[in-house]
């Protein structure tokens, strides 16, 4: 039986500890959260320096047994140091989470794989795993990209890649590229859906990955295929942003939506929780 986690994108205005009380009344065990922006000025959940949120956040996991899957995000660019990402490791250990979510945006591949080699050895003993996601508009493009880095910098024991149903279909990863993942790298992967759409622009792309996929089944992306070829016990993150249709449904319901359509598009029997 699969399980489930509530993205940081899908429910990204609440706290992590109304994330973690959200998750447990809906059906996801697990949620991620984003506790460093994803770029200057981008938004974040502010906990590392907030001691209330931090007790909060705690007394909810022990409150309602829901765990924390992932934490984003660490970018791998240009003078990157991931001494500078302790805090995040630190807090990763106190919330007793799986992964870190790493983005590579260095163009020069020598340097890009020494920062992530060097990152995976500081983040080991800290029990996380770093989980190099592709993206088309990044340095790591595909699936084969991230492969390669992560071969290059002496697959750590920590590695991982992480496989994003919208990268997929927007990038030149193919079915092939994902059956040859290693299995010992695939810790988690995303779901969503997204329309089509020709030659997209990179800030289109940007623009649907953060504000407007649509929920899983109402898209063109091959999520069938895509989850076929990935290991059928992998944990799966919901990861659907919509800001439009949260405001209008509200997120308590847009949660249970993103959640049930995931589990009908895998045809997962089990159902989620009242």
Request: proline share 7%.
């Amino acid at each position: 039986m699969r399980t489930y986690s509530l993205a940081y994108l899908t429910a990204g205005a609440l706290t992590p500890a109304a994330m973690l009380r959200l998750g447990a009344e809906l059906g996801y065990a697990h949620v991620g959260l984003r506790l460093l922006p994803n770029g200057l000025g981008g938004p974040f959940q502010a906990w590392l320096d907030d001691p209330v949120q931090q007790r909060e956040t705690l007394a909810a996991q022990r409150d309602t047994g829901v765990g924390v899957f992932d934490l984003e995000i660490i970018r791998i660019g240009e003078g990157f140091d991931p001494l500078a990402y302790r805090p995040l490791l630190e807090a990763g250990a106190a919330l007793q989470a799986k992964a870190l979510l790493v983005a590579g945006d260095d163009t020069d591949e020598a340097r890009l794989v020494d920062g992530y080699a060097r990152l995976c050895e500081l983040a080991a003993p800290y029990g996380l795993s770093c989980d190099l996601e592709f993206m088309p508009w990044t340095a790591v493009s595909d699936a084969r990209a991230a492969l390669r880095v992560v071969q290059a910098a002496g697959t750590p024991r920590v590695a991982g890649i992480l496989v994003d149903a919208l990268h997929v279909g927007r990038s030149s990863t193919t079915l092939d590229d994902l059956r040859a993942l290693p299995r010992e790298l695939l810790h988690y992967a995303q779901i969503c859906d997204a329309p089509g759409g020709p030659d997209l622009t990179v800030p289109q792309m940007i623009h649907t990955a953060r504000c407007e996929r649509q929920l899983p089944g109402e898209g063109v992306i091959d999520l069938a295929g895509i989850f076929a070829a990935l290991p059928a016990d992998l944990p799966i993150s919901v990861e659907v942003p919509h800001q439009v249709r949260v405001a209008r449904l509200g997120q308590t319901a847009w949660a249970r939506a993103a959640l049930e359509a995931s589990r009908s598009v895998l045809n997962d029997p089990c159902e989620s929780a009242p």
